[in-house]
């Protein structure tokens, strides 16, 4: 049975940083697509981050390029999303998410099976 348990979230004022870690059991996280999503209260949920961890490549879009960072430990199962440079607007839930095989072009929801519960980021000016 695959599981994700992210953690890693908090608290922080403008300009801090965080880093989540989400934990997979149930599968080996080298040959599969990891995500990061968040949703904001009344906002839609989006990806911030993605990578092919069989290959080690990654995209982000625009709203988070150069402030946010994918990582991966196979040793331990484990991806990373290191967030820097925080804003207010990045205040949201924040998902972690797989699908087995390969990235697909950009990051939706609909192409990810496995998801975990969510760690809450809170961003204060």
């Known amino acids: 049975q695959v599981q994700l348990v992210e953690s890693g979230g908090g608290s922080v004022q403008t300009e801090g940083s965080l880093r989540l870690s989400c934990v997979a059991s149930?599968?080996?996280?080298?040959?599969?697509?990891m995500a990061w999503f968040r949703q904001a209260p009344g906002k839609e949920r989006e990806g911030v981050g993605k990578?092919?961890?069989?290959?080690?490549?990654?995209y982000y879009p625009d709203s988070v390029t150069g402030r946010f960072t994918i990582s991966q430990d196979n040793a331990k199962n484990t991806v990373y999303l290191q967030m820097n440079s925080l804003k207010p607007e990045d205040t949201a839930m924040y998902y972690c998410?797989?699908?087995?095989?390969?990235?697909?072009?950009?990051?939706?929801?609909?192409?990810?099976?496995?998801w975990g519960q969510g760690t809450q980021v809170t961003v204060s000016s």
């Open positions: 990578i092919n961890t069989g290959r080690g490549n990654t």
């Open positions: 998410a797989a699908r087995k095989g390969n990235c697909k072009p950009y990051i939706h929801q609909q192409d990810f099976d496995y």
């Open positions: 149930g599968y080996t996280v080298d040959n599969y697509c």
